[in-house]
Every structure is written in C-alpha cells, then in structure tokens.
C-alpha cells in the first residue's frame, strides 16, 4: 500500500497563488510517475499534471505556463506550485502516484479562487 497525504489548499483571490504538497508513505520502493489532478462539482476529474521519477513533466492545456509540477524524491513529495490562479481554477485537488502497475489517491485539497 501507498498512502498519500495533500496539503496546501485553501481560499485565494484570483491571480494569486497556491502551492499544494503530496507525500507518500508506506510501500513508497518502486514508485514512479506521481500527478495531480483535480474535480470541480458536477465536473470529471481531470488531469492536472504529471511528473516521472526522472523529472519528465506533462500539463494539461488549460494550466500550462501557470503551473509548475515538482518533486523530491528523498522526501517523497510532489510539489503544485499555482500561479495566476483563475476562479475556473477551483476545485478538489487530488495527489495520484503509480507503483508498478498500481494507482495510488490521496483524500484531495479543496482550492478556492475568489473573484
């Protein structure tokens, strides 16, 4: 088992920023990949961004230029570094790691963007 635990999220005004942390625990040999995405109400859950063990970094359209995924692999954390935060931009964030073949959730951080 992973765990993973969110932490960062709260109430900002738009164009402000946000920076989310994920760490994982337990059976943390062998991960790789670790993302974030993120579910407004009513809506789907989307990606947000993802990350490879080597630094590899993928953003959706939406975020690009906007946000900046990070990790420290020795303290077994990924970053969401937000900037110029948009109202559209509130929703449930949530932590996703991959080991092996398995996907990994963490609880999700709300985020808030005021007008």
């Known amino acids: 088992q992973v765990q993973l635990v969110e932490s960062g999220g709260g109430l900002v005004q738009a164009g402000g920023s946000l920076r989310l942390s994920c760490t994982a625990s337990g059976s943390i040999f062998g991960i790789n990949a670790m993302g974030w995405y993120r579910q407004a109400p009513g809506k789907q859950r989307d990606l947000v961004a993802t990350?490879?063990?080597?630094?590899?970094?993928n953003y959706a359209d939406s975020v690009k230029g906007r946000f900046t995924i990070s990790r420290d692999n020795a303290k077994n954390t990924v970053y969401l570094e937000m900037n110029s935060l948009k109202p559209e931009d509130t929703a449930v964030y949530y932590c996703?790691?991959?080991?092996?073949?398995?996907?990994?959730w963490g609880q999700g951080t709300q985020v808030t963007v005021s007008s």
């Open positions: 990350i490879t063990s080597d630094g590899s970094t």
């Open positions: 996703k790691t991959q080991r092996y073949s398995r996907y990994y």
